[in-house]
T-cell receptor, first 113, second 112 residues
Framework: KAGVTQTPRYLIKTRGQQVTLSCSPISGHRSVSWYQQTPGQGLQFLFEYFSETQRNKGNFPGRFSGRQFSNSRSEMNVSTLELGDSALYLC????????????FGNGTRLTVT | GESVGLHLPTLSVQEGDNSIINCAYSNSASDYFIWYKQESGKGPQFIIDIRSNMDKRQGQRVTVLLNKTVKHLSLQIAATQPGDSAVYFCAENDSGNTPLVFGKGTRLSVIA
């Protein structure tokens, strides 16, 4: 079974631009979560979706948004990029919403210059 | 490779020895716990999980111990191998009411 796929793998953007990251979950998984990983803050939760509904949202500004499609694929968008948004963005999927393991993709490395 | 934590606690272990990685959590309502392994350039990889109705769970070469009294979780790796070198994270939540919260991670370095 194919794992979680994230595209693109690397991205370089300029301050003020916006970016969209894509995630395809493991087949059959209906829950998708997004995390931001930085050396200073570790893994910080962004959002969690289940059956196209946002179930949880982390403590990030409104510039960060996401959505989930009917086929469980998910996207996240960051508008008006800031230098501090440079990070590894990780998507994870799980069978159910709640206490089941998250299976992570290899992330999208976003660099904002 | 990517640096997932410039100032992570580091555990150095001789190849073949056992490793013990510790994690403290603060939310007494947490009842689901997971250990992840992250290698350079990759996303976290699920190792083993445990629910709060258990104290111990074993997998292949790994054992997770949960002490709810002192809110402590540990991962034991038997016969540590060079391929075990990575950053290890514990994570927790309370029955899915909250998202998984990750610890800061521990870097395991295996000395051949």
């Amino acid at each position: 079974k194919a794992g979680v796929t994230q595209t693109p793998r690397y991205l370089i953007k300029t301050r003020g631009q916006q970016v969209t990251l894509s995630c395809s979950p493991i087949s059959g998984h209906r829950s998708v979560s997004w995390y931001q990983q930085t050396p200073g803050q570790g893994l910080q939760f962004l959002f969690e979706y289940f059956s196209e509904t946002q179930r949880n949202k982390g403590n990030f500004p409104g510039r960060f948004s996401g959505r989930q499609f009917s086929n469980s694929r998910s996207e996240m968008n960051v508008s008006t990029l800031e230098l501090g948004d440079s990070a590894l963005y990780l998507c994870a999927s799980s069978l159910e919403w709640g206490n089941s393991p998250l299976h992570f993709g290899n992330g999208t490395r976003l660099t904002v210059t | 490779g990517e640096s997932v934590g410039l100032h992570l606690p580091t555990l150095s272990v001789q190849e073949g020895d056992n490793s013990i990685i510790n994690c403290a959590y603060s939310n007494s309502a947490s009842d689901y716990f997971i250990w992840y392994k992250q290698e350079s350039g990759k996303g976290p990889q699920f190792i083993i999980d445990i629910r709060s109705n258990m104290d111990k769970r074993q997998g292949q070469r790994v054992t997770v111990l949960l002490n709810k009294t002192v809110k402590h979780l540990s991962l034991q790796i038997a016969a540590t191998q060079p391929g075990d070198s990575a950053v290890y994270f514990c994570a927790e939540n309370d029955s899915g009411n909250t998202p998984l919260v990750f610890g800061k991670g521990t870097r395991l370095s295996v000395i051949a």
